[in-house]
């Protein structure tokens, strides 16, 4: 018996051994084994899929063999390990192991989208609803619908989402995205009031974010932000109007077709600042720190207009005699090549005469605010 007992705990060692040395062969070769691609691939993993799930689909598409196998490591190796919802690129010669090791970071594909500078808030949705990998929502819906999906239903959403590429994974809605960039506004915003100049004529934040819009769409010139700033808040402080054409163009909105006249400039409504005392009524296009800041620090000095030279820079007066002439040599006697910021060249406006009062130029081009939505870079 005893000898027997022998032979049967023998075999049945030699089995476990056997089967043990099978299975950490299986398991081995089904982790090494590459994946059966010609090309990349991205494998969307929904939200709440599991390993096993995926392990399945994966043999059933004829990617990997040995699901079974896989399963069991990620089990017995990686539990409570989570994988994460996303995209995962699958390149030739990448090996289940490796596929597994892409999971176990999370590196889950990620797609950009710039809101540039100077956009306005139809820019910003143009641009979300042509995106291809963010799951749209809000197609259909009103401007202010769309602030009340963002928890913010009794704010004008110009000017208030914050310039920047935001990077996100597929899934991402419309609505997350815009929270993101709102909340980034808010807080560049609270950061920048937090160092403000003692002096500056605003009694909020908010004043200050209108400023900065006017700051962004009327230079290109970084270094210019804070001159610019400078003339208009010396205009505030005296009562004298600002007079900035950029608004008068957010004012006409759709009717703006690249010509600025006279017969606009004495159009009455709320953002035309050749009528109204002060700042408009809200921001008329995304603003970056940059402006921001300058709005809230703006450079110390006497001058109180400018003029663009027509290589993006501009020429400040401090009385109107200096300003006028400097209008008869920069716009009224304007080169071929004109332009009124750094931007490309395009013909010249042919209706129009800049006032004799005029802090700024009348553009020789579309601005940007009202011009077809740029892809972002």
């Known amino acids: 018996m005893i000898r027997k007992l022998l032979v049967l705990l023998l075999v049945g060692l030699f089995s476990a051994a056997l089967l043990l040395g099978f299975s950490a062969w299986k398991l081995d070769s089904a982790l090494k084994q590459p994946l059966n691609l010609t090309q990349e691939q991205l494998l969307d993993v929904p939200a709440g899929a599991t390993p096993t799930g995926t392990f399945n689909r994966l043999e059933a598409d004829g990617v990997l063999d040995g699901a079974f196998w ?9 539990e409570g390990q989570p994988l994460h919802s996303g995209e995962y690129r699958m390149t030739p010669g990448m090996t289940a192991q490796g596929l597994i090791g892409v999971w176990q970071r999370g590196e889950v594909v990620q797609y950009s989208l710039t809101l540039v500078e100077g956009w306005n808030f139809r820019q910003v949705r143009s641009a979300l609803a042509k995106h291809e990998k963010i799951v749209q929502s809000l197609s259909g819906l009103s ?30 809605t419309d609505v997350e995205f815009l929270k993101k960039a709102y909340n980034r506004l808010d807080d560049v ?18 004043q200050a974010l209108i400023m900065a819009s006017l700051v962004e769409k009327e230079t290109g010139v970084p270094e210019e932000r804070g001159q610019i700033a400078g003339v208009f808040v010396r205009r505030m402080k005296i009562g004298m109007l600002l007079q900035t054409d950029p608004t008068v163009i957010y004012g006409l909105g759709e009717r703006y077709n690249g010509k600025l006249t006279r017969a606009h400039l004495k159009e009455a409504n709320p953002y035309n600042t050749y009528m109204i005392s002060g700042l408009p009524p809200t921001p008329i296009a995304m603003v970056g720190r940059e402006a921001i800041h300058a709005a809230l620090n703006p450079v110390p000095g006497s001058s109180l207009y400018f003029v663009a030279r027509g290589d993006g820079s501009h020429i ?38 800049p006032p004799a009062e005029a802090p700024t130029e009348v553009p020789a081009e579309p601005a940007p605010d009202t011009a077809a939505p740029q892809s972002p870079q």
Not at 199 to 204: H, K, M, R
């Open 316 to 353: 400040f007066s401090d009385n109107l005699d200096a300003h006028n002439a400097a209008v008869r040599e920069y716009q009224i006697k304007r080169r071929a090549d004109y332009r009124s910021s750094p931007a490309p060249v395009v013909k010249p406006l042919e209706d129009a005469a």
């Open 70 to 78: 896989l399963r069991l490591y990620w089990r017995f190796n990686l």
């Open 189 to 206: 915003l609270a950061q920048e009031w937090s160092k403000r100049a003692a002096d500056v004529p605003y009694t909020e934040p908010y």
């Open 143 to 172: 401007d202010s619908e769309v602030m009340e999906k963002l928890g913010h239903p009794d704010v004008f959403p110009e000017g208030r989402f914050f310039p920047d590429t935001y990077r996100f994974v597929r899934g991402m």
